[in-house]
């Protein structure tokens, strides 16, 4: 039984920091992409950084979050993370985590498991 399971969302001010974690069970982690995925109200849900766990751990990110977002990994633990600094109001969503083979995908059909998610909330 795949899951994963998000924390660490929550409610901050323009510019503030906060850091998301996502714990995988039941999944062969190891050797394949992590993603994390949000949804704003009314948008569809985008992709804002997936990382391989294996390998060379190359990591992708959206246009909007580069610079300030990074996505990290700890094998060990069977967790993802999301570092987000500078946060602006426009990172308002809810905040998935989601796992497939390949990082090639950018939509969210790409991805077969998913967690339930955690809400983040910027206010200006």
Same mark, same amino acid.
């Given at each position: 039984?795949?899951? =994963?399971? &998000?924390?660490?969302?929550? !409610?901050?001010?323009?510019?503030?920091? =906060?850091? +998301? /974690?996502?714990? %995988?069970?039941?999944?062969?982690?190891?050797?394949?992409? *992590?993603? #994390?995925?949000?949804?704003?109200?009314?948008? @569809?849900? &985008?992709? %804002?950084?997936?990382?391989?766990?294996?390998?060379? !751990? /190359?990591?992708?990110?959206?246009?909007?979050? $580069?610079?300030?977002?990074?996505?990290? $990994?700890?094998?060990? $633990?069977?967790? +993802?993370? +999301?570092? *987000?600094?500078? +946060?602006?109001? @426009?990172?308002?969503?809810?905040?998935?985590?989601?796992?497939? =083979?390949?990082?090639?995908? #950018?939509?969210?059909?790409?991805?077969?498991? #998913?967690?339930?998610?955690?809400?983040?909330?910027?206010?200006?």
């Amino acid at each position: 039984h795949v899951q =994963l399971v &998000e924390s660490g969302g929550g !409610s901050v001010q323009a510019g503030g920091s =906060l850091r +998301l /974690s996502c714990v %995988v069970s039941g999944y062969t982690y190891s050797g394949n992409c *992590m993603a #994390w995925f949000r949804q704003a109200p009314g948008k @569809e849900r &985008e992709r %804002v950084a997936a990382i391989y766990t294996g390998g060379s !751990s /190359s990591a992708y990110y959206a246009d909007s979050v $580069k610079g300030r977002f990074t996505v990290s $990994k700890d094998n060990a $633990k069977n967790t +993802l993370y +999301l570092q *987000m600094n500078s +946060l602006k109001p @426009e990172d308002t969503g809810m905040y998935h985590c989601a796992a497939d =083979l390949l990082c090639a995908g #950018w939509v969210a059909r790409d991805y077969t498991y #998913w967690g339930q998610g955690t809400q983040v909330t910027v206010s200006s």
